[in-house]
């Protein structure tokens, strides 16, 4: 049976607050897999050239050339996946997270004011890593903005990186410390184009998001741990709200209020939609894992299980392509042979694993189908604005494709191509601002920013570059 290790530990100095704190030595790899998957394409839809490239290259809402908001645009994109299989991917890891310091025995409220630690830091991240990016510096960068973006992307080592073991408590926090103090002294005197200098609301909007799941995921984790279906309940609750957003009333004015919205937002809810199926796929694999054992005895086939992937990464490839092409009868009735396909072939489990595999599937399958009979609500599917059938759909092909990455990892020991997707996984932070704050001030200060521009002039010829710098970042 392929094992589980750990990987890549010496790559670069994980981040503490990367979604998976206190997370036990054995990590479940596909999860990780998953997430450097969504964040190369994150990096990917930011490196392509913009407004050359057919619409399906970008947000389904925000097409070329001009790239402005349209939100009656039905649809969704490759790169309207990349958030919320993010999101799940965070949803995931919860279980895994919490579950060890729960086991020893660690009072609730403890674990929750680590949760609203972690939400701080991640909130903190986005305030810093905003006001630290080059175009935010300066609308023209030249090498002195470069270098100064250069300069706050190194100073997240000291602020997040989990520093040497081997170092003496006072060594540590004396140089958190002066990390802290530089990225403070950093915004205090930096100033912006528009005359501006620090702004509370000048924050990465992303990332206060992923804050704001941090917390709120975390605690209807602690609180719904025994039950999965007072889980659903929640998300039962949360819908009603959802649903009562569109018409003048308290929960309204609710919805569109915040004590702190530089940190919170009650608008942010709306991707536990994402975020909490994610924690229930969570919590069956982490059960497998921790009852798992070596004489375990798969009865499904190899043959079983290759046939099973083709499916589980199809129906991703269905529902963007039928859902922008706004095919959606066709698309329905393929992804419904598409689930009925994966019910048969994971019909008869035996092992422990493909018990797992089958209720993660069916959990999957079941999103999937509600995303589809979701679609016409709310004019069609959409990121922005979000929608229903967004977020039921894109939670679904998460756990499929997820399901997917398991296989070809653990049943078919594949590592060629995966380890640097795990490890970019296991660093999402680093990679989220080096593209910014490190690739393009390398391309820049070296020169070979303008020299692939003058070499590579078409709009796909750009796209191929932004491959490769999509490459370099991720390794």
């Known amino acids: ?26 990590r479940f790899l596909p999860l990780d897999a998953l997430r450097g998957w969504s ?7 930011s490196a392509i050239p913009f407004g050359v490239l057919p619409a399906w290259m970008y947000h389904a809402q925000v097409p070329p050339p001009a790239h402005t908001f349209v939100p009656n645009i039905p649809g969704i994109t490759w790169v309207d996946l990349v958030f919320p299989f993010f999101l799940f991917t965070m949803g995931g890891a919860i279980p895994f997270a919490m579950h060890r310091r729960v086991a020893r025995g660690e ?8 949760l609203f630690v972690r939400g701080l ?14 175009y935010r510096l300066s609308s023209s960068p030249d090498a002195a903005t470069w270098w ?9 080592f000291p ?20 990390g ?38 975390g605690v209807i984790w602690l609180t719904t741990r025994e039950s999965h279906l007072v889980r659903w309940a929640v998300l039962g609750l949360l819908l009603a709200l959802r649903l009562s957003t569109g018409t003048e009333g308290w929960v309204k004015d609710l919805w569109n209020s915040s004590p702190i919205p530089e940190l919170f937002r009650f608008d942010f809810l709306k991707y536990l939609f994402i975020v909490v199926p994610g924690s229930i796929v969570g919590d069956h694999v982490l059960a497998w894992m921790q009852k798992r054992h070596e004489s375990e005895v798969r009865t499904w086939s190899e043959a079983t299980w290759a046939a099973a992937v083709p499916f589980l990464f199809a129906t991703t490839a269905v529902a963007v392509v039928g859902l922008y092409l706004r095919w959606l009868v066709g698309t329905l009735f393929v992804e419904l042979f598409a689930v009925g396909v994966l019910w048969w072939i994971f019909r008869r489990p035996g092992s422990a694993m493909e018990q ?14 509600v995303g589809l009979c979701l679609e016409a609500f709310e004019g069609g599917i959409k990121k922005d604005h979000s929608t229903l059938s967004y977020y039921a759909l894109t939670g679904g092909l998460a756990t499929h494709v997820l399901v997917g990455l398991w296989i070809l990892l653990d049943v078919f020991e594949v590592r060629r191509g995966s380890r640097i997707l795990i490890e970019g996984g296991q660093n999402p932070l680093v990679a989220y601002a080096a593209i910014n704050n490190f690739t393009r001030p390398i391309l820049a200060l070296t020169g070979l920013g303008p020299l692939l521009t003058a070499f590579f002039p078409s709009p796909w010829l750009g796209a191929l570059v932004g491959l490769g710098v999509t490459w370099f970042t991720v390794w």
């Not at 750990?6 to 030595?25: H, L, T």
Request: glycine share 6%.
């Open 39 to 45: 964040i190369f394409l994150m990096i990917l839809s």
């Open 148 to 156: 100064l973006a250069l300069g706050g992307f190194f100073l997240l």
């Open 159 to 178: 602020m997040y990186a989990a520093l040497p073991a081997s170092w003496s408590p006072l060594r540590q926090r004396l140089v958190r410390g002066l």
């Open 356 to 369: 797992t595999v089958q209720r993660v599937v069916t959990l999957g399958s079941y999103l999937l189908v």
């Open 107 to 114: 009072p609730e409220w403890k674990i929750v004011r680590s």
């Open 180 to 217: 802290w103090l530089a990225a403070i002294t950093f915004m205090a005197l930096v100033e912006y184009p528009d005359g501006t200098g620090f702004l509370l609301r000048r924050s990465d909007i992303i990332i206060l998001v992923l804050s704001n799941m941090a917390v709120a995921g």
């Open 121 to 134: 830091l991640l909130a903190s991240f986005a305030l810093f890593d905003e006001h630290i990016r080059p």
């Open 1 to 26: 049976m392929g094992q589980l290790e750990p990987c890549g530990r010496a790559f670069v100095s994980k981040f503490n607050y990367n979604f998976v704190e206190d997370m036990p030595m054995q």
